[in-house]
């Protein structure tokens, strides 16, 4: 094999490593804080207030988990009493007959439909600021149902620590942000991508038939802005519109260091059936929660199937457990979710590790639920507190788009785009105001690009570790990015993508972690249906 050969592919020419040395094992690797592993929980459509408006008071009603905080529990940035009763979706009349003040969702309500969560009406919803026109954008009404559920005034529901039990226990005995958002208004898809490479300029076009997925980027180039599948993956949908990524993400920057990594999500296997005997790319997993059966995987929640260098189109499988993450593994670091707990009870922890639940567990409202959402956040957590290598890990838990569900905070826009037809925050084909807002470059270094409005939503954002501040509201500006960057500061030496991509501008997370105590942060561990604390866990895992 030659010692490195170049890969051209669609007009963008990377350097590879023909034959890239292997992986240093994790705990060996020189980082730049005490944590040697990293395992993120990439969730599925919340905003903050959907799950912590109210934190950390909780209703209790019977029959619900209770919660009850502990002393000296800091506030948050969430729903006052005034946005709870005069709220400016309620008093605007342009949101009609449905408009609406925030109410809470109870446990025995959480199937709740999927709201709308495009990048314009996203956008639209935020008013400038205002946040006040969300049932008229983004709201959607779940079919057959009653009362608020029946109205787009849905969009303002909110659970609270009944409910979402196990996210409010862990916000009490870790860390967490009041001040996350995405990097850019938009669904899924983008949010995904900004986790691993800070950008969604650079999208080609293989197959296409409609274009409410990308925007022109003002130099000849395109930015993706909302869903579809990636080219190539034999699970995406050939019916459809098919694109791929330029550019490099994180786990260029991983491979090239030699630094183990894997992105790992629920269905990614082919070869395994699944109890109700589905099977391939169309294995699935019934919730009783929300009475459906949706396919375990869901191309166009990975991220890395969009680039060339990391894709694993044909989803082959590692050539061992003690291979995962390695360079050589087979298997190009894209994994099931088995995959990854095969690995670590082998003996081998990645050090950056990507975790996507199965469909039904994914929190993605209509499909999901926070309940089923919860009990794979507690089974994974669970099992990394019992490792030894638990005292050097750090577990991020933070998600892709809010699904327009409500949120009160409007973050300053920081990054401008002025698409004619996509963008409407300041004004008609306008986020932010020419000459003043900063407007970030394309993959190609081909000047400012549209598409990329942000930040976006808020949604939550927690670091659960032996080194996480204990009972802490972190309130910082991070965005989805400052999880690459801080990989790219522990063990890439500050190593950034650049080509316009958000890292280098991302928010620390520093304020989330304190290095400078013990690592002595004691584990807390779930029951994994209810998210109470119990003693000793159950043992189960996601599969």
Same mark, same amino acid.
């Given at each position: 094999m030659h010692a490195r050969s170049v890969l051209l592919w669609l007009g963008v020419t990377f350097a590879l490593s023909g034959c890239q040395r292997a992986a240093v094992p994790a705990d060996q690797l020189a980082t730049a804080t005490p944590i040697k592993h990293l395992v993120v929980l990439f969730g599925e459509n919340v905003s903050f207030d959907h799950y912590f408006g109210t934190y950390p008071d909780a209703k209790n009603p019977p029959g619900e988990p209770a919660f009850h905080a502990l002393p000296a529990t800091p506030a948050v940035n969430g729903l006052t009493s005034t946005l709870l009763?005069?709220?400016?979706? +309620?008093?605007?009349?342009?949101?009609?007959?449905?408009? *609406?003040?925030?109410?809470?969702?109870?446990?025995?309500q959480a199937a709740t439909a999927d709201q709308s969560h495009d990048y314009t009406f996203e956008e639209l919803a935020a008013d400038g600021g205002r946040m006040d026109l969300f049932p008229k954008y983004t709201g959607r009404r779940l079919p057959g149902a009653t009362g608020a559920f029946a109205t787009l005034g849905m969009v303002m529901g909110y659970f609270d620590g009944n409910t979402v039990t196990a996210l409010w226990n862990y916000a009490q005995h870790f860390a967490m942000s009041d001040n996350a958002y995405s990097d850019q208004y938009g669904p899924s898809t983008p949010g995904a991508l900004n986790l691993i490479a800070g950008q969604t300029n650079g999208l080609h076009l293989k #197959?296409?038939? +409609?274009?409410?997925?990308?925007? !022109?980027?003002?130099?000849?180039?395109k930015t993706m802005i909302s869903d579809v599948d990636p080219a190539g993956d034999v699970c995406s949908d050939t019916t459809s519109d098919l694109v791929t990524m330029s550019g490099q993400n994180v786990g260029d920057l991983l491979s090239a260091?030699?630094?183990?990594?894997?992105?790992? !999500?629920?269905? +990614? =296997?082919?070869?395994?059936?699944?109890?109700?005997?589905?099977?391939?790319?169309?294995?699935?997993?019934? *919730?009783? #929660?929300?009475?459906?059966?949706? +396919? =375990?995987y869901i191309p166009h929640h990975e991220p890395f199937q969009y680039y060339a260098s990391t894709a694993n189109p044909a989803h082959t499988r590692p050539r061992t457990a003690a291979a995962v993450g390695q360079n050589d593994d087979g298997a190009n670091h894209q994994y099931d979710l088995h995959d990854f707990f095969d690995a670590v009870k082998a003996g081998n922890f990645p050090a950056v590790s990507f975790l996507k639940a199965s469909a039904f567990q994914d929190g993605h409202a209509g499909y999901s639920d926070p309940l089923d959402e919860q009990t794979f956040y507690v089974q994974?957590?669970?099992?990394? !507190?019992?490792?030894? !290598?638990?005292?050097?890990?750090?577990?991020?838990?933070?998600?892709?788009?809010?699904?327009?569900?409500?949120?009160h905070q409007f973050a300053a826009i920081g990054n401008a785009s002025y698409d004619p037809k996509a963008d409407r925050v300041t004004a008609d084909g306008a986020c932010g105001v020419r000459g003043t807002t900063p407007q970030l470059g394309g993959v190609a270094d081909q000047g400012p690009v549209n598409g990329r409005c942000g930040p976006g939503p808020r949604q939550p954002f927690l670091v659960i570790s032996p080194w996480a501040r204990r009972n802490h509201v972190d309130h910082s500006l991070i965005i989805q990015s400052s999880v690459l960057r801080y990989i790219e500061d522990n063990w890439l030496k500050g190593t950034r993508l650049g080509h316009g991509s958000f890292d280098a501008g991302a928010g620390t997370l520093d304020g989330l972690f304190d290095f400078a105590g013990k690592g002595d942060t004691p584990p807390l561990f779930l029951d994994d249906s209810s998210g109470v604390p119990v003693t000793a866990p159950s043992g189960r895992l996601p599969r």
């Open positions: 009763t005069r709220n400016p979706n +309620f008093t605007n009349a342009g949101n009609d007959g449905d408009r *609406s003040n925030p109410f809470r969702i109870g446990r025995a #197959v296409t038939s +409609f274009r409410t997925y990308y925007v !022109e980027d003002g130099h000849g180039g260091a030699a630094v183990s990594w894997g992105w790992f !999500e629920g269905g +990614f =296997d082919l070869t395994l059936v699944n109890p109700d005997r589905s099977k391939g790319c169309r294995r699935s997993t019934h *919730s009783a #929660v929300v009475n459906y059966s949706p +396919f =375990d994974v957590i669970n099992f990394l !507190e019992q490792l030894p !290598e638990w005292k050097s890990t750090a577990v991020i838990i933070l998600y892709d788009d809010s699904d327009g569900w409500y949120d």
